[in-house]
């Protein structure tokens, strides 16, 4: 049911502070993870390489997960796109983690790759969201998300699921391996708990993100851009806003803008500039101002108070960690609400579908 919500979109945007909390509640004992994990400390301690792996959104949600799991693991983590690692020859042995991250359980490329790495003994965790899929039968062990279900192809709510399933999966594993201390663990978790509150906040601003939208909804290109958490978070920004409104729209890290597409920037060219890791915010001002310079229209979504841009959304802070959960929530309303004055299909964009389950 839209329980009285337009769409389906918007309905599973404003679900996710209490998907959020769901996926807390259901994945900790005692205030720390409980993930039915069928990995020893031992084994744990003998893995040397970690891949994630994922198509799309999941993907995104991989790319944070390798800053937030390298961080508190210890251990080097590359992310791959399900439909390249399945066709190349990846460098997988016993003592290899391959983590697979997917909405529908289903995803062709993603149970590929997972069938590559049983071949190869590797040891695997999935990340899904629908009991009883391929993926979630075939991997050595699952982990379900607790999103409910999404009817919107768009993907919002079971994203950022993934997002903090993942982030409990990094503190899980980091006390196993002793590289983060109990202590560390439970107010790591105590801040996890502030996020739906926070995305409260966020959705009861939802309004301002509707008026940057009148801005833009006609413009046919723009660009997302990011440093560290950031970059995914304007990935999926991106990747949101073309599955449904159809505008041309790319997702690049900030460091990257000077080195080519700098060029394309315009009168009225429109640039999204996420900033939440307050370390790298004058880097943001600085890239903003030249933005401005070049007569770009920007918008900033930012947990630092500013007055750069034509259009500045402030989202509450948090771990630096884990800022993709809370700035991805007014991309995706930026995204809807851009799709919704264009007329499109919202829930139901041309061309793609909920599970992409042929190669």
Do not use: W
């Amino acid at each position: 049911m839209k329980n009285g919500y337009e769409h389906y979109m918007l309905k599973e945007i404003h679900e996710q502070p209490q998907t959020i909390r769901e996926t807390l509640n259901q994945r900790l004992n005692d205030g720390l993870p409980n993930l039915d994990i069928n990995i020893d400390a031992d084994t744990l301690k003998n893995i040397n390489r970690v891949y994630i792996i994922g198509c799309g959104t999941a993907y995104y949600a991989g790319m944070n997960a390798k800053l937030v799991m390298e961080h508190f693991m210890n251990i080097n983590v590359d992310v791959d796109i399900a439909s390249e690692f399945c066709y190349r020859n990846p460098l997988i042995d016993e003592n290899t983690l391959v983590i697979f991250i997917t909405q529908s359980g289903e995803t062709a490329d993603t149970l590929s790759s997972l069938r590559l790495a049983l071949e190869k003994k590797a040891r695997t965790i999935s990340i899904v969201n629908v009991v009883d899929s391929s993926i979630a039968r075939e991997s050595e062990n699952t982990i379900y998300t607790c999103a409910g279900p999404e009817i919107a192809v768009a993907s919002t709510k079971v994203f950022t699921a993934q997002l903090i399933t993942l982030y409990l999966l990094a503190i899980d594993l980091g006390l196993k391996l002793e590289t983060i201390s109990l202590v560390d663990a439970k107010s790591i978790i105590e801040e996890l708990h502030t996020i739906p509150g926070k995305a409260i906040t966020i959705l009861e601003k939802s309004s301002d993100i509707e008026k940057a939208a009148l801005e833009i909804y006609e413009k046919e290109s723009m660009y997302f851009i990011g440093r560290n958490v950031d970059y995914p978070a304007a990935l999926e920004g991106s990747l949101k806003l073309k599955e449904t409104s159809y505008i041309h729209s790319e997702g690049l890290a900030a460091g990257e803008l000077k080195h080519g597409p700098i060029s394309l920037v315009e009168e009225g060219k429109v640039v999204v500039y996420i900033s939440t890791v307050e370390r790298l915010h004058q880097k943001a001002i600085l890239l903003m101002e030249e933005l401005i310079a070049k007569g770009a229209k920007t918008i900033m979504i930012t947990n630092e108070p500013s007055s750069l841009g034509e259009f500045v959304f402030e989202i509450p802070k948090t771990n630096e960690l884990f800022g993709t959960v809370l700035s991805v929530i007014p991309l995706q309303l930026l995204a809807y609400n851009v799709a919704k004055l264009r007329n499109c299909d919202i829930d139901n964009p041309k061309n793609l579908s909920k599970s992409v389950n042929v190669e």
